[in-house]
């Protein structure tokens, strides 16, 4: 069940319209880092936890305090939007200023919205669930929440250097920090699931089916061998299971594959066709 009391919680009140401000919010509201997409992600992966306990707990508190982000954003954004500048073309060309805010204001605000927020990002997409993911691999997901809160948390920063209302930043800093709490408890997460599992998801797939002769191998597959340097080119393998091997010189380990042709009734193109590719005249005109 859920319960919604009215107050926000934190402040969302800027000190003077902005339609700038606005649409670039609208990206921390339904973009694919956004607010919206980390909520559904937090209680989609909670509900699915098979039984309660601390990780379901956890989920359930974060997906909950996005909602009340989301909230505080729309917020915003309805604030932000009370007294622009609506009105028509000719009169905003007779004011440099007023031109140059409708020149820049998502028009859906005023046509499709009523001056409030939107489930959308910053150039108008809707918000999609394809953005979310719930796998019921905790380890997984866990990673998947320290990423979305990583890229969030770096959209909110780039935003907040873009505005300089006091109140627009007020909030921003708020949320700021908020995510560094969420990147913090992913990670603590995630470090105490490692060590009851190990780092490889998933732990439960059986190793001896695996190719373990290539588990721990980085193979040098780009020009220049720098990424050898790197702790994950060398030495023991970060799940203590194997020990890092760099290639140098990599083989292909199958011959070039050939297919057969497609059957007739699928009209694909003919393989003597194919065949004459590099030597256009030798195509019939017929098969133009």
Not at 55 to 74: F, N, Q, V
């Amino acid at each position: 069940m859920f319960y919604h009391i009215k107050e926000l919680q934190y402040n969302a009140k800027p000190e003077r319209p902005d339609v700038f401000m606005a649409k670039y919010i609208q990206e921390l509201i339904g973009g694919q880092f956004g607010e919206m997409s980390v909520a559904m992600q937090y209680l989609f992966q909670g509900w699915s936890v098979r039984g309660n306990g601390k990780y379901k707990d956890l989920l359930m508190d974060t997906g909950a305090e996005e909602l009340a982000h989301i909230e505080m954003l729309a917020t915003m954004v309805a604030r932000l939007l009370d007294g622009a500048p609506v009105g028509d073309q000719a009169m905003a060309a007779q004011d440099p200023i007023i031109g140059a805010i409708l020149g820049g204001m998502n028009v859906q605000h005023a046509i499709v919205s009523g001056l409030g927020a939107m489930p959308a990002d910053s150039v108008g997409n809707r918000w999609k669930a394809e953005y979310i993911i719930a796998s019921g691999n905790l380890l997984a997901d866990f990673r998947a929440n320290l990423n979305a809160e990583s890229q969030g948390r770096l959209q909110a920063v780039r935003i907040y250097e873009m505005t300089t209302d006091p109140g627009v930043k007020d909030m921003l800093s708020w949320l700021i920090a908020r995510d560094r709490m969420h990147q913090n408890q992913w990670l603590a997460a995630i470090q105490e699931l490692e060590c009851k599992e190990n780092v490889v998801v998933p732990s439960t797939f059986p190793r001896h089916l695996e190719k373990q002769e290539v588990s721990y191998t980085l193979f040098n597959l780009s020009a220049g061998n720098e990424s050898a340097a790197g702790r994950w080119a060398n030495g023991p393998s970060i799940d203590g299971e194997g020990v890092f091997q760099y290639v140098e010189n990599p083989v292909p380990l199958a011959p070039k594959p050939k297919l057969r042709p497609a059957p007739p009734y699928i009209h694909d193109t003919p393989p003597a066709v194919l065949k004459d590719m590099p030597n256009a005249g030798s195509i019939p005109p017929s098969m133009y």
